[in-house]
């Protein structure tokens, strides 16, 4: 159950209580028959809404229901500590836990415990979770929870999941409806087909079931996005409703009603400078005659003195703090960093304008789903020489002019105006802009190898190694930079190491000398030695078809390691690995080998073109690897002359 997703919403992941289902009256032995590796299943999972029109409003009621049955001796251990979510915009009304033992004995839970949580990723988050421990959960027991809640907000109606971390025999999610409210609903994930959907008319309401039956475990892995991108889900809101003569009132109806429901955050701070405001953008900008260099002065400023913290409840979720009090305070969550470096780029004379968009954890597009659980982050973007350009200030070593990684692909709503908006997608940085050319010169002995490293970053990877020293310790400095410098085997021995920064974060380089034990193998007066110093992907072949989910990258690259080894006075090349490269529609690899005078030159490169690959590509991915992984065998060989 404790399973918080990375989205603005709560998704509330639990386990359904329905007594007398069919599902339920499954014995102990079919379950296990039918799932024999797992340790519990849930046997429900049933979350209902009621949603209905009082005092002339939209007034939401939520109901959860649980019911997990354990299968094994060991599923104590791993599934007893169970708990459940809840915030200002989702009010607990009631809850009740007990375990049904075999013998259908009822032990109450006697203990909850309710903490603040927080995620470094929060938009808005005054999350609280209360857990518990199911009494005596061994085979045979099943777990129940029931709980409730008043849903303060209709705008934020939380997305259903019907998939776990284990089986679900039974997932199901009924919201009645009065007919006094347009229901609209999307439903979204890889099983969608196997949504059931049922409508049926009351007297006053309209009720609206959607089921999954024997949703099976999902599993994780980590190099895979948010699983909004991959689970079953249903995403369900009110289009619009009736108020009190009669007249139908748009609520979330279009992407105008979102839009005046987001401006309405952001309409009241910033209507006036105050003078420390005004100093600091002055003593910036004085010596400044371009707005580009008076933009970028800014922005830099905001990153550097403007300490990003996730301090968020309630409605400070939605509302940005003024300008003035994030510039006294010098910290701030996004949107009082989007605050502030909005008014000091008005100060300036630079057009800016808040603007709500997703990160990259959310599949979501305001184009096609005009709701607020688009949006779990707010930039700054500017015009700038007839551009928008998209400024992060939660991201400190991101380059102005490039959008954090995390926001690439991604559309973003731009608050022109009180009445006007524009919907732009953030540009996918070119995979040339972020390279990583790493270069290693090797010399032999008898029993070691003695080399140099020069390992050059540009773009991401820069921004990405700017940060690690940021936040390195500095007591751990050698340690860290042994890993950053690792090649060959775990005999790696980093002698000493220096950094040279560019004039941006987007530009770095590394530079290290080495040893390397037993790495070389001399046999009589014979050489042999694998230049193959990285060994990529090893281990890494997708498990298709059985994976379903998709695989997610940070940005598009390219990266080159070249070896150059300096061939020993007196021997001579005599074999010579062969060049090969194979390249599909996913990726590919080159690798090629060359001799020049008495050095042996041995270069990888690799490509990638994609932010993310899905299940069509995982055959594509795999066959570039058994073109890879033979030539991570291939060994050179020099003898005397």
Known sequence: MKNKQALIFLYVFSWAFL???????????????KFPDEKAVMLNKILGYTIDVKDG??????????????LSSASAAFLSDFGF???????????????QTPNEKKIKVSEFKTNTTKESFVFYDDFKETSFNFPSAGPGAIGNLRVSWQNTDPHLLSPFYFSNYIPVLNSELKVTCSKDISLKYIIMGLDSSKVTVNIENKRKYTIYTFQYKDCPAEKSYADAPNSSWYSTHVIFYIEKYKDENGAMVPFLSSLQDLYKLSYSYIKPINSAISPELKNVVDSLTANEASMEAKARKIYFWVQQHIKYVAFEEGMEGFVPRDASVVCNRRFGDCKDMTSILTMMMKVAGVPAYFTWIGSRSLPYKFSEVPLPLVSNHMICTIMLNGDYIFLDGTDPTCVFGKPSYSIQDKEAMIAINENEYKILKVPIIEKSNNRLIDTTWIGL??????GKIKKELKGYFS??????????????AKDNMKEEFQRGSNKFQLDTFDVKKGATTDDITLYADFTLLDF?????SEYYLNLNLFKFYEHEEIDYPKRKMPIEYNFVSERRYTTVLNIPQGYKVSYLPASKSYHNKVWGFDIKYVQKGDQVIMTQEFDNDH???????????????????PLYKETLSLSKN
């Open 19 to 33: 007594l007398g289902s069919a599902s339920s009256a499954q014995s102990l032995d079919s379950i296990r028959k």
């Open 57 to 70: 409003r939209p007034h939401v009621e939520s109901d959860e229901s649980e019911q997990i049955e354990y």
């Open 85 to 99: 979510y809840h915030s200002s915009f989702q009010k607990l009304v009631s809850y009740q836990a007990y375990t």
């Open 445 to 450: 002995t008898e029993k070691t190898i003695r």
């Open 463 to 476: 921004m990405h190694e700017y940060g690690k020293l940021m936040y390195a310790d500095r007591k751990d």
């Open 520 to 524: 070389a193998k001399k046999i009589g």
């Open 611 to 629: 932010l993310m690959i899905t299940k069509e590509d995982f055959e594509s991915w795999n066959k570039v690897l058994e073109n890879l992984f």
